[in-house]
T-cell receptor, first 115, second 112 residues
Framework: GQQLNQSPQSMFIQEGEDVSMNCTSS?????WLWYKQDPGEGPVLLIA?????ELTSNGRLTAQFGITRKDSFLNISASIPSDVGIYFC???????????????FGKGTLLTVNP | NAGVTQTPKFQVLKTGQSMTLQCAQD?????MSWYRQDPGMGLRLIHY???????DQGEVPNGYNVSRSTTEDFPLRLLSAAPSQTSVYFC???????????FGQGTRLTVV
């Protein structure tokens, strides 16, 4: 299957700093999803992107769907302690038979925010 | 709405034991899936289902069985547990395979 490569693997930042992370694929995606996982919880959707070039915001979060459809970026502005967690990118890919889609995740970016 | 409910939250098994992880959703979603999460590996898809009676394998299906007899339930069975199956397991559901997935709170499984 397709691999989603996320970078960086981890980040340690000071409260108030801006954060940027990205996700790349060797193949084209038609949808990019960004999730956040708090410690001990399941992932929760932050932003969904459906069109190449699309730029979408959710509060202090902004995500972009790359023009090539092989990458996506997530930015967090003015970070706060509750931004701590693992951020995952995800995208649907066709199964081997081409009959339906399955959601594939990157390995995640672990964000630590120092107050 | 309860969303996606997983039981149990924690489980310890001995090698060779069998068990079923339960997953239920009340959102009338057609698509359900199981992932395992290991440190540094992200979320890896085990099995998924696009509707009642239809299942397919994900990245890491070996050692796990699934069935989907109703829209609401999608249990994951471990027939003979192995230490390599020690992990956190998440069930998710969505309207379709390309839509937002809603996750349960996870089952932390330890096989000794």
């Amino acid at each position: 299957g397709q691999q989603l490569n996320q970078s960086p693997q981890s980040m340690f930042i000071q409260e108030g700093e801006d954060v940027s992370m990205n996700c790349t694929s060797s193949s084209i995606f038609n949808t990019w999803l960004w999730y956040k996982q708090d410690p001990g919880e399941g992932p929760v959707l932050l932003i969904a992107l459906y069109k190449a070039g699309e730029l979408t915001s959710n509060g202090r979060l902004t995500a972009q769907f790359g023009i090539t459809r092989k990458d996506s970026f997530l930015n967090i502005s003015a970070s706060i302690p509750s931004d701590v967690g693992i951020y995952f990118c995800a995208g649907p890919e066709l199964n081997s038979g081409g009959s339906n889609y399955k959601l594939t995740f990157g390995k995640g970016t672990l964000l630590t925010v120092n107050p | 709405n309860a969303g996606v409910t997983q039981t149990p939250k924690f489980q310890v098994l001995k090698t060779g034991q069998s068990m079923t992880l339960q997953c239920a959703q009340d959102m009338n979603h057609e698509y359900m899936s199981w992932y395992r999460q290991d440190p540094g590996m992200g979320l890896r898809l085990i099995h998924y289902s696009v509707g009642a009676g239809i299942t397919d394998q994900g990245e890491v299906p070996n050692g796990y069985n699934v069935s989907r007899s109703t829209t609401e339930d999608f249990p994951l069975r471990l027939l003979s547990a192995a230490p390599s199956q020690t992990s956190v397991y998440f069930c998710a559901s969505s309207y379709s395979g390309v839509a937002e997935a809603f996750f349960g709170q996870g089952t932390r499984l330890t096989v000794v």
